[in-house]
């Protein structure tokens, strides 16, 4: 119970971290939506969607798996931007940025902890957590965060046209993944421990 438990508060933790840094940097480019609905607060229960920060999640971890899912959309208003398209792209990367910063400070108090202790292995999990949150959502495929460069890039309409086709996408790469040694698992150990080695 305790293994299934702890992977999932800190989920919650790196999970309420990227979602209030979306809602931070929406609200600092001059659109409060998010802040209007509540979004701008590490309160993880603003931020619970039930399938992707609940049943995905628990899933995963009581099969083992490295614990990943997703929250309720930050809304954001591009009208409100000065900017729209450039604007709304620093809002998506807020988060996966705040989750790299996060896994950086991690690895900063690792560096001050025994880690082979219970707190080091702690530490260690809510870094690989949040270098996961980073890793997916700065692939550019709709909806992670990473889909908004294509705004910089295309017109709306094929934007948009790609969203419709993002999820069967995201769901091939990650098969993909799945049966090619799983790549994306091994990028996130790769940067996990190049963030600990380079402070430690």
Same mark, same amino acid.
């Given at each position: 119970?305790?293994?299934?438990?702890?992977?999932?508060?800190?989920?919650?933790?790196?999970?309420?971290?990227?979602?209030?840094?979306?809602?931070?940097?929406?609200?600092?480019?001059?659109?409060?939506?998010?802040?209007?609905?509540?979004?701008?607060?590490?309160?993880?229960?603003?931020?619970?969607?039930?399938?992707?920060?609940?049943?995905?999640?628990?899933?995963?971890?009581?099969?083992?798996?490295?614990?990943?899912?997703?929250?309720?959309?930050?809304?954001?208003?591009?009208?409100?931007?000065?900017?729209?398209?450039?604007?709304?792209?620093?809002?998506?990367?807020?988060?996966?940025?705040?989750?790299?910063?996060?896994?950086?400070?991690?690895?900063?108090?690792?560096?001050?902890?025994?880690?082979? *202790?219970?707190?080091?292995?702690? &530490? =260690?999990?809510?870094? +690989?957590?949040?270098? !996961? $949150?980073?890793? #997916?959502?700065? @692939?550019?495929?709709?909806?992670?965060? *990473?889909?908004?460069?294509?705004? &910089? =890039?295309?017109?709306? +309409?094929?934007?948009? !046209? $790609?969203?419709? #086709?993002?999820? @069967?996408?995201?769901?091939?790469?990650?098969?993909?993944?799945?049966?090619?040694?799983?790549?994306?698992?091994?990028?996130?150990? !790769?940067?996990?421990? #190049?963030?600990?080695?380079?402070?430690?």
């Amino acid at each position: 119970m305790y293994t299934l438990i702890i992977p999932f508060l800190l989920f919650f933790v790196a999970l309420s971290i990227h979602e209030a840094s979306h809602a931070w940097a929406s609200d600092k480019l001059g659109d409060p939506t998010a802040k209007i609905e509540g979004r701008l607060t590490l309160n993880p229960l603003a931020h619970i969607d039930i399938y992707g920060t609940v049943l995905v999640p628990l899933i995963l971890a009581i099969s083992g798996a490295p614990v990943f899912g997703w929250a309720k959309p930050v809304m954001v208003n591009p009208n409100n931007f000065k900017r729209p398209s450039v604007d709304n792209f620093i809002v998506a990367l807020a988060g996966p940025v705040a989750n790299i910063l996060a896994a950086i400070l991690c690895a900063v108090l690792i560096r001050f902890t025994t880690t082979s *202790g219970t707190l080091g292995t702690l &530490l =260690f999990y809510l870094l +690989e957590i949040n270098v !996961t $949150l980073a890793v #997916f959502n700065l @692939l550019p495929i709709p909806p992670l965060d *990473g889909s908004k460069v294509w705004y &910089l =890039f295309l017109s709306y +309409e094929s934007a948009y !046209t $790609l969203e419709r #086709f993002g999820p @069967l996408i995201l769901i091939a790469v990650i098969f993909f993944s799945a049966s090619s040694n799983n790549f994306l698992m091994n990028a996130i150990m !790769t940067i996990s421990q #190049f963030i600990v080695s380079r402070i430690s």
